[in-house]
């Protein structure tokens, strides 16, 4: 079965930079990890689910919500299974718990979550 | 952007009910809409994909329906496990969207 590991999370400084990383392992059937999509989902405190970013599998084509544009970068290395997502100017709104999550027909396997406090 | 509004934002209800949520999409988006269901400090779980397709593994008594903007996900008879946190989200077109989520309590 699938299974995706974030880490990187942390405390850090409006304006500062954070660089996430999801781990995947788990592909069977003939299936790589890049012959998917791979997507970012953010949950701040006490609310609901925000979509961050997508790349696709080659990793040619990227996504971002209006919010991140210009201060994200979504990327993955295919030849170690890694999905990232470089944070730059960060902002306190940008506080949140960010899965990453694997693309088929929906979402379907998601990591455990990791926490960005952006905070002085 | 498309807009995703789900209702009720939260529904009290006991075991055994039969439950529906719906997600009314600011757009049509055919069939690409996408059912979660969360649980306090658990990530997201993919129950429902294409509006009407169950996700493996996912029980039968799930099942959602619509096309275009108007959709629904119902619980046939709830079970303890199903209280939660459901969203739904779109896939049309980016930017993906969720609606504000609907909180199934316990009556």
């Known amino acids: 079965e699938v299974q995706l590991l974030e880490s990187g999370g942390g405390l850090v400084q409006p304006g500062g930079s954070l660089r996430l990383s999801c781990g995947a392992s788990?592909?069977?059937?003939?299936?790589?990890?890049?012959?998917?999509?791979m997507s970012w989902v953010r949950q701040a405190p006490g609310k609901g689910l925000e979509w961050v970013s997508a790349?696709?599998?080659?990793?040619?084509?990227?996504y971002y919500v209006d919010s991140v544009k210009g201060r994200f970068t979504i990327s993955r290395d295919n030849s170690k299974n890694t999905l990232y997502l470089q944070m730059n100017s960060l902002r306190a709104e940008d506080t949140a718990v960010y899965y990453c999550?694997?693309?088929?027909?929906?979402?379907?396997?998601w990591g455990q979550g990791s926490l960005v406090t952006v905070s002085s | 952007d498309i807009q995703m509004t789900q209702s009720p934002s939260s529904v009290s209800a006991s075991v055994g009910d039969r439950v529906t949520i719906t997600c009314r999409a600011s757009?049509?988006?055919?069939?690409?809409l996408a059912w979660y269901q969360q649980k306090p400090g658990r990530a997201p779980k993919l129950l429902i994909y294409?509006?009407?397709s169950l996700q493996s593994g996912v029980p039968s008594r799930f099942s959602g329906s619509g096309s275009g903007t108007d959709f629904t996900l119902t619980i046939s008879s709830l079970q303890p496990e199903d209280f939660a946190t459901y969203y739904c989200?779109?896939?049309?077109?980016?930017?993906?969207?969720f609606g504000q989520g609907t909180k199934l309590e316990i009556k």
């Open positions: 999550a694997k693309v088929t027909r929906g979402l379907d396997y």
């Open positions: 788990g592909f069977t059937f003939g299936f790589t990890f890049s012959s998917y999509a």
């Open positions: 790349i696709s599998g080659s990793g040619d084509n990227t």
């Open positions: 757009q049509g988006i055919s069939s690409w």
């Open positions: 294409a509006a009407s």
């Open positions: 989200q779109q896939a049309n077109s980016f930017p993906y969207t």
